[in-house]
Nanobody
């Protein structure tokens, strides 16, 4: 199971740090991702990280502002979000791509088969 936390209300330009805790002992073997879904929009990838943490991928809209990281010893993955904008408002989900056996950032939504419950991020202008 994946448990996301850290969402909240923040002013534009502010920061939040999301965390995702996994109960699986095999967490370190999963490539992980953060997605978001704004009202009326489809769920989209925000950032992803390979199972070793050695490779990451960001969508263009968050490059330079968001940082994904993981701590395999603690079974956690984080998303540090800086310089937040109102358009970042969404429910954020962490997810695991458990069936991808190689150490790569996984960018395709359908490759993710375990999902957390989501945490709401609201950025006010």
């Amino acid at each position: 199971q994946l448990q996301a936390s850290g969402g909240g209300l923040v002013l534009a330009g502010g920061s939040l740090r999301l965390s995702c805790a996994a109960s699986e002992r095999t967490f370190s073997s999963y490539n992980m991702g953060w997605f978001r879904q704004a009202p009326g929009k489809e769920r989209e990838l925000v950032a992803c990280i390979s199972r070793s943490g050695g490779s990451t991928y960001y969508v263009d809209s968050v490059k330079g502002r968001f940082t994904i990281s993981r701590d395999n010893a603690k079974n956690t993955v984080h998303l540090q979000m800086n310089t937040l904008k109102p358009e970042d408002t969404a429910v954020y989900y962490c997810a695991a791509a458990s069936k991808i056996a190689i150490d790569v950032p996984v960018v395709l939504l359908y490759e993710y088969d375990y999902w957390g419950q989501g945490t709401l991020v609201t950025v006010s202008s």
